[in-house]
């Protein structure tokens, strides 16, 4: 006789984690535009990333503190490792933030972050001996080749990519080649002192690490004051900002409640095909322009990204993901 403890069919399930991953984090994504395209009557701009870094990560640290009691916190935790990848991660959202202060769209700063598996990629050939065939090459050829010519495929008029929002891209996807790294070696450190975190463990340390480093990094840049003081005088870019730390810590529920349910290749493709949904909803409702050549390099990345979905679909690779 088959147990009742089923519950609902995989169908709904699905449709109740995607959905969720999708609501959340394309509205995430729209909102985190905003803030960073938003114009006081001044003509000033918020600049603060690490003070939105601050909020983002609080609000998963109480949805993650609040998840975490519900099903069962795992005691005897070993934290360095939850430290040393919760600071990683932060520097490297902090830093895809300040890509978009300064200057680099949304949908080229998507795109590029989607070909993050380059720098990972980088780090195990110099330092674990790993090997990768030529698709996977082309697969990150075709993002990071695809991305530069949406970059420079806008209309004329549109306005162009500063040097320093690449740079903090470039620093963004550098940090995440080094915060995989430190994930591995922390599911290693875990694997080795005998336990196994909940999905809820993973949320509230690791955010609690990297809302303390925001904190620390805030404080001392005096984003703290001046965050505060840009969104007393901006009323409603504050409501835009709660709404997107509101989103981070429902979407990252979502993924984690995905997770416990499917295969991380169901997780992959909603979240990697999230992205590109991303990027189309900011081209057609926040008013980017692009040239016949920038619609050649966003299908040409997509190529890359679909590539390397359909690659690991077949069993040529593994994703562990956690953050969308």
């Not at 001044?42 to 998840?67: I, R, T």
């Not at 306005?159 to 591995?184: E, H, R």
């Not at 840009?230 to 990252?252: D, H, M, R, T, Y």
């Not at 692009?290 to 994703?319: D, N, V, Y």
């Amino acid at each position: 006789m088959k147990s009742a403890k089923q519950g609902l069919p995989d169908v709904f399930k699905l449709l109740i984690g995607a959905g969720g991953i999708y609501a959340a984090f394309l509205y995430y994504g729209s909102l985190q535009e905003d803030v960073f395209r938003y114009k006081a009557a001044d003509g000033s701009s918020f600049k603060q990333a690490w003070f939105l870094q601050v909020l983002e990560a609080l609000a998963n640290v109480l949805v993650g503190f609040v998840g975490m009691h519900l099903t069962g916190a795992t005691p005897n935790i070993p934290l360095k490792m939850f430290a040393i990848s919760g600071a990683a991660q932060v520097t490297a959202k902090a830093c895809t933030s300040l890509a978009l202060a300064n200057g680099l769209s949304f949908p080229v700063a998507t795109l590029a972050k989607s070909g993050k598996m380059a720098p990972v990629m980088l780090g195990s050939l110099l330092l674990g001996g790993a090997s990768y065939t030529i698709r996977d090459y082309l697969q990150v050829a075709c993002i990071i080749g695809g991305t530069a010519i949406v970059s420079m495929g806008k209309k004329k008029g549109g306005a162009p990519s500063s040097t320093l929002g690449v740079i903090y891209i470039f620093l963004s996807l550098a940090l995440d080649g080094v915060t995989a790294g430190f994930q591995k070696r922390l599911k290693a450190e875990t694997a080795k002192a005998g336990v196994s975190p909940k999905p809820y463990d993973f949320m509230f340390w690791t955010n609690l690490f990297m809302a303390l480093t925001a904190i620390v990094i805030a404080a001392a840049l005096g984003e703290a004051t001046t965050g505060l003081a840009f969104c007393a005088a901006n009323p409603e870019i504050f409501g835009k900002i709660i709404k997107f730390a509101l989103c981070s810590a429902v979407g990252q529920s979502f993924i984690f409640y995905t997770i416990t349910n499917f295969d991380p290749l169901v997780l992959s493709t909603v979240t990697t095909t999230r992205k590109i949904f991303s990027v189309l909803l900011s081209i057609f409702l926040k008013g980017h322009s692009l040239s016949p050549t920038g619609w050649s390099g966003i299908l040409l990345a997509c190529a890359g990204i679909f590539s390397e979905l359909q690659h690991k679909s077949g069993g040529g690779g593994k994703k562990k993901g956690h953050v969308a």
